[in-house]
């Protein structure tokens, strides 16, 4: 789960934007002491920032020159002060995007998504630590944890899920998915490959897990 701080001191602004991420599976911490935000963020250890500029006492592009000190943490402003000049001061002083207020919540969501993405895909991709909402794949380890409780994974179990965790989003061919399988395993199969994916799906569905494998009659499979 990615948890997101927000530095936002209207409280109508703040607590709107921590209720659309929270149904979104988001973690949302909203900052309370506005004269120690750097004090809340290692508190609350986030992945992303939302950082308005106009703050009480010191205004955001202090605290981000102060995160920064500390931090590799994407960062993102929202502020009505969307022109130009404070747009180039942000990026700047070390932020990854703007939004400029008011913003559309739908618009806002998919920067915040893309930000982490951006982010933290490669990185896990690099370290075989994949996500997907609260599912966490480490491939290294052969395990796929989902909320509190960890699944440990047999080998061929564990390369399909690589795979289509790899490709999140896209039809992986099931020629793809058994010429994987080959490079470690006996003779693959098409039906072996079904009875392969229908015992990860029991073993995910014994932690919680259902429905995130999709079947594309006659292609493939897939994670959306």
């Given at each position: 789960?990615?948890?997101?701080?927000?530095?936002?001191?209207?409280?109508?602004?703040?607590?709107?934007?921590?209720?659309?991420?929270?149904?979104?599976g988001f973690s949302?911490?909203?900052?309370?002491?506005?004269?120690?935000?750097?004090?809340?963020?290692l508190a609350c250890d986030p992945h992303?920032?939302?950082?308005?500029?106009?703050?009480?006492?010191?205004n955001g592009y202090h605290w981000c020159s102060e995160i920064r000190k500390l931090s590799k943490v994407p960062i993102m402003?929202?502020?009505?002060?969307?022109?130009?000049?404070?747009?180039?001061?942000?990026?700047?002083?070390?932020?990854?995007d703007f939004v400029a207020k008011p913003f559309d919540k739908d618009m806002l969501l998919a920067k915040i998504q893309a930000l982490l993405r951006r982010a933290y895909d490669f990185n896990n991709a690099?370290?075989?630590?994949?996500?997907?909402?609260?599912?966490?794949?480490?491939?290294?380890?052969?395990?796929v944890s989902f909320r509190d409780r960890t699944l440990d994974l047999s080998k061929n179990e564990n390369k399909i899920?690589?795979?289509?965790m790899e490709?999140?989003?896209?039809?992986?061919?099931?020629?793809?998915?058994?010429?994987?399988?080959?490079?470690?395993?006996?003779?693959?199969?098409?039906?072996?490959?079904?009875?392969?994916?229908?015992?990860l799906r029991k073993a995910l569905a014994g932690i919680g897990i259902t429905d995130m494998i999709k079947t594309r009659k006659g292609i493939g499979?897939?994670?959306e």
């Open positions: 789960m990615y948890t997101v701080f927000i530095v936002e001191d209207d409280d109508t602004i703040s607590k709107a934007i921590a209720d659309m991420l929270e149904s979104w949302a911490v909203r900052c309370d002491d506005f004269k120690s935000v750097t004090d809340e963020f992303l920032v939302l950082m308005d500029i106009s703050l009480p006492f010191f402003f929202i502020s009505s002060a969307g022109d130009n000049m404070n747009i180039v001061m942000a990026i700047n002083m070390g932020a990854d690099q370290s075989g630590i994949f996500t997907c909402g609260e599912v966490i794949l480490n491939s290294s380890a052969c395990t899920l690589t795979v289509l490709n999140r989003g896209q039809v992986v061919p099931r020629d793809v998915l058994m010429n994987k399988l080959w490079e470690t395993d006996c003779f693959i199969d098409e039906n072996t490959l079904s009875v392969n994916v229908g015992r499979y897939m994670i």
